[in-house]
């Protein structure tokens, strides 16, 4: 079985945000939140490097160990999904997620409880596939369809990478004995320790 | 196996041998009696500078003032009038007063002695998360998701500067010494040094100290403000110098996202502890580990080192504070500790019940009791008219709305969602668009909210 990774090589990635736009797009995410963004650092500056970021789906999960009510749960493609019915909208994985994944809409009322949302790697969640409350609740489960993540599928660079961890960690060395390491597949190590890309 | 048993499993190999932990507040009794203790997730905890009383902020919407001694934390007050989970607290130094920062963004300044609110203060747009108060407790600052630090005077009860800058949640703060310069760190990974003027009614970016690169979740003023300690999303523990920006020390951080911080009061300890699950106490004059021990039950939400830097107060993933007795050690015996956890029953057939344990229960008991729980009791709930159970603090919606919970006022509350049934209530978002999952709950609540079913339902 495959294990879906994401990789992001900062190499490549030119800020044109159409992982975000893609994304926002083929889930109708509601406004105000992102489940993916483009970081830059060094911005105008010599060594200026951009990331596309979002839930890397981590092998072992931080947030799955902080969630007081067990939200969380990791499919056999090792993609991690919650399930927004049981979320009690405490914030706590938000402290615990490296890559800034969680996102908190501001609720309407004066509790500011809102259901956490993040990137499904286009997998869908606990609802019946391809039924109407899977796709407002989590958005398209292109997963389900065949597909791979659409903003990896729309990065005309390819800085974003998505799909079965061998495959994607393979595509990654070749352009690493082409061109040299550069700065990296940020974030890779981290997300999946001991799986080197 | 359920994913909280893997979880413990996952940890237990690197559980050492000597903790020694006394469980305190493990909720009980309701809101009539108040004290007892928290009903729902410890987020925060800190002692008072003599180290006498402590203070904890919960989940269940409450800030709980405590006597300390030894081991042993008494509750003398619970402050449950607020409008959502409170995420930080802290004594101003000074007075009989304490603050409280909540998930709807607001500020409270509390008076300890008479148990009752003397400010609430307004302005953040997200939660508010991390409070820090000047050594003379004229100042209190406040961080927010809402990417701003915002001063309030605590003598005139008015705010002060709102310091911007933040590209993400603000999570920490720390007033230098003097209190006219502010550190704060957030998600942006940024380090940020304010300089207060006007006695904290201006303020403006002085530098960064520092770019971590990975989100800041904690951080601590040491000594004479020279130094920073800060825990980041990364696990790391890094001492900054503050004047130069320079790292003094990168010391052996946690695998994973360091949660919480403490320095005890003499300033010669300082704790970390993370989502692994890991405490780790450091000497600050030498950065040597002096105490690390491995918590079996997941992450370390909240630390506060005693004053005799021999024992600590933690706080886990549930609603019991913890004690753990550095000096000596005392050993722990895993095997008789239970952490049930009622949310992660995958057991129970009947939907209606699964609902209720998974979602309903971390708000609401069935039983008389309300164990102190964020929201009241659903004993008895259908006849009774909203909003009227004595000695919970509903929110103003509620107390003047006059209907009756019946199966049909409560199908509307879950098929249109609180916020839009009942607008300003202080439940949280809570939708089930299923017709069958409806009638499911409301059949459950009506066979387990009665009496007699009600009497057996103690632990929910």
Not at chain 1, 43 to 61: F, L, N, Q, T, Y
Not at chain 1, 113 to 126: E, I, L, N, V, Y
Not at chain 2, 82 to 91: C, E, G, L, M
Not at chain 2, 214 to 231: A, M, S, Y
């Amino acid at each position: 079985m495959a294990r879906m990774k994401f990789l992001c090589d900062a190499e490549r990635c030119i800020e044109c945000n159409a992982c975000v736009t893609a994304c926002k797009n083929e889930h109708e995410v509601p406004w105000g939140v992102n489940r993916r963004r483009v970081v830059t650092i060094n911005d105008g500056k010599p060594g200026e490097r951009s990331i596309s970021v979002a839930c890397m789906h981590c092998s072992d999960a931080p947030c799955m160990a902080v969630c007081p009510v067990d939200v969380f749960y990791q499919t056999d493609q090792g993609v991690v999904l919650h399930n927004k019915d049981l979320c009690i909208g405490c914030g706590y994985c938000f402290y615990a997620c490296p890559f800034g994944a969680p996102q908190f809409p501001q609720a309407s009322n004066f509790g500011s409880r809102g259901k956490m949302d993040k990137c499904t790697f286009c997998a869908g969640g606990p609802e019946k596939d391809f039924s109407d409350a899977e796709f407002k609740k989590y958005g398209r489960n292109r997963l389900a369809e065949g597909k791979l993540p659409l903003c990896a599928e729309m990065c005309s660079t390819k800085a974003l990478l998505a799909g079965d961890g061998d495959q994607v960690s393979n595509i990654y060395r070749e352009r690493v004995v082409a061109r040299g390491f550069g700065s990296g597949a940020w974030g890779w190590s981290r997300a999946y320790p001991g799986q080197g890309a | 196996m359920s994913a909280v048993a893997r979880r413990f499993l996952a940890v237990l190999p690197v559980l050492l041998p000597a903790l020694a932990l006394a469980t305190l507040g493990a909720g009980g009794a309701g809101r009539a009696g108040e004290p007892a203790g928290h009903g729902g997730p410890v987020r925060s905890i800190v002692l008072s500078p003599d180290g006498r009383h402590a203070l904890t902020g919960s989940f269940d919407y409450s800030m709980m003032y405590w006597q300390a001694e030894g081991e042993r934390l008494t509750p003398l007050s619970r402050f449950s009038d607020n409008d959502a989970a409170v995420s930080a607290v802290a004594f101003v130094p000074g007075s009989a007063h304490a603050l409280s920062a909540s998930d709807d963004g607001t500020i409270s300044l509390w008076d300890l002695a008479a148990g009752t609110r003397i400010a609430r203060f307004e302005g953040h747009g997200h939660k508010a998360v991390a409070l820090a108060v000047s050594a003379d407790g004229q100042w209190a600052a406040s961080a927010s998701w809402d990417s701003t630090v915002r001063l309030w005077n605590l003598s005139t009860l008015k705010a002060g500067a709102v310091l911007s800058g933040h590209s993400g949640a603000v999570g920490s703060l720390a007033f230098g010494p003097g209190g006219n310069t502010l550190f704060s760190a957030g998600h942006d990974g940024i380090i940020r040094q304010w300089r207060l003027g006007g006695a904290g009614a201006d303020g403006e970016l002085e530098k960064v100290v520092y770019s971590h690169g990975w989100g800041v979740n904690v951080l601590k003023v040491l000594g004479n403000g020279t130094q920073i300690l800060f825990g980041g999303l990364d696990g790391a523990v890094v001492v900054l110098d503050t004047v130069t920006g320079k790292v003094i020390r990168s010391l052996a951080g946690h695998e994973r996202p360091v949660l919480s911080m403490d320095v005890s009061p003499d300033g010669t300890l300082a704790a970390t502890g993370g989502a692994d699950g890991l405490i780790q106490v450091w000497d600050t004059r030498n950065w040597e580990l002096k105490f690390k021990h491995a918590f079996p039950y997941g992450p370390v939400w909240a630390i506060a080192i005693a004053g005799d830097d021999r024992s600590m107060f933690f706080a886990g993933i549930n609603e019991k504070v913890l004690h753990w007795q550095m000096v000596p050690d005392k050993p722990f015996d895993v095997t008789s500790k239970q952490v049930p956890e009622r949310f992660q029953n995958s057991e129970i057939t009947d939907p209606g019940e699964l609902y209720f344990i998974r979602t309903c229960s971390i708000c609401h008991t069935l039983a008389p009791d309300d164990a102190n729980r964020a929201g009241p009791t659903l004993h008895g709930i259908f006849g009774r008219r909203v909003g009227s159970l004595p000695g919970y603090h509903y929110s103003a919606t509620l107390k003047r709305a006059t209907f009756i919970w019946n199966e049909e006022t409560i199908d509307r509350l879950f098929a249109l969602g609180p916020e839009k049934f009942v607008p300003g209530t202080k439940m949280p978002l809570q939708r089930m668009v299923d017709a069958q999952d409806r009638k499911a709950l409301i059949e459950y609540l009506k066979r387990a909210t009665a009496e007699p079913a009600a009497s057996q339902q103690k632990d929910r």
